[in-house]
């Protein structure tokens, strides 16, 4: 089974919201992965996640906020967002060796983001 | 810096057909992955084939093998026997195998494939 999956599959919201969004496995994969993606570009990788602990931040504004609560889960804190980070959010794991690095990762099937 | 390079913005193909999609790369690492990712209109980005590079066989997956050449940092997709589902925008990417790399994936720009039935 190499299922990811992310919940909500579409989300409006205003600058003023607070949303999250929410991606889980059970692959038994520790890295977990942030991707932002705009139509027929490819993925922008925003944070990574190594067992459950922050390893890359590619400088993404605070206003996005990521949480790994635990090895299957991972969201993602939206506040204050504005219109041009309306996008496809995916999110995607993979196995994690401190020794090997990481494996394949697997994406789900993404968040659509609009941002009113 | 790593950097992946699809030059095929747009390809088109008839169904049954075969068709070959370009990736080139550039890196000063010996160690790393190759893969290409399809992703359809549906939007899920789904693996289709993953190359290891000190691997000399090309990998192959049913209808989907690559032609992997090393010294000249080529690393192309080819498609046998298209078919409908696979019209998708198909991505390169590489990975340095280093274990400090946390799996960071360099993208191409993609490749938008029709199948023409």
């Known amino acids: 089974d190499t299922e990811v999956t992310q919940t909500p599959k579409h989300l409006v919201m205003g600058m003023t919201n607070k949303k999250s969004l929410k991606c889980e496995q059970h692959?038994?994969?520790?890295?977990m992965y942030w991707y932002k993606q705009k139509a027929k570009k490819p993925p922008e990788l925003m944070f990574v996640y190594s067992y459950e602990k922050l390893s890359i931040n590619e400088s993404v504004p605070s206003r996005f906020s990521p949480e790994c609560p635990n090895s299957s889960l991972l969201n993602l804190h939206l506040h204050a967002l504005q219109p041009e980070d309306s996008a496809l959010y995916l999110c995607?794991?993979?196995?994690?060796?401190?020794?090997?690095?990481?494996?394949?990762?697997?994406f789900g099937p993404g968040t659509r983001l609009t941002v009113l | 810096a790593q950097t992946v390079t699809q030059s095929q913005p747009e390809m088109s193909v008839q169904e049954a057909e075969t068709v070959t999609l370009s990736c080139t790369y550039d890196t000063s690492e010996s160690d790393y992955y190759l893969f290409w990712y399809k992703q359809p209109p549906s939007r899920q980005m789904i693996l289709v084939i993953r190359q290891e590079a000190y691997k000399q066989q090309n990998a192959t997956e049913n209808r989907f093998s690559v032609n992997f050449q090393k010294a000249a940092k080529s690393f192309s997709l080819k498609i046998s026997d298209s078919q409908l589902g696979d019209a998708a925008m198909y991505f390169c990417?590489?990975?340095?195998?280093?274990?400090?790399?946390?799996?960071?994936?360099?993208f191409g720009q993609g490749t938008i494939l029709t199948v023409h039935p």
């Open positions: 692959m038994g994969h520790r890295a």
């Open positions: 995607a794991s993979s196995h994690a060796s401190r020794d090997k690095g990481t494996d394949t990762q697997y």
């Open positions: 990417a590489y990975r340095f195998a280093g274990g400090t790399s946390y799996g960071k994936l360099t």
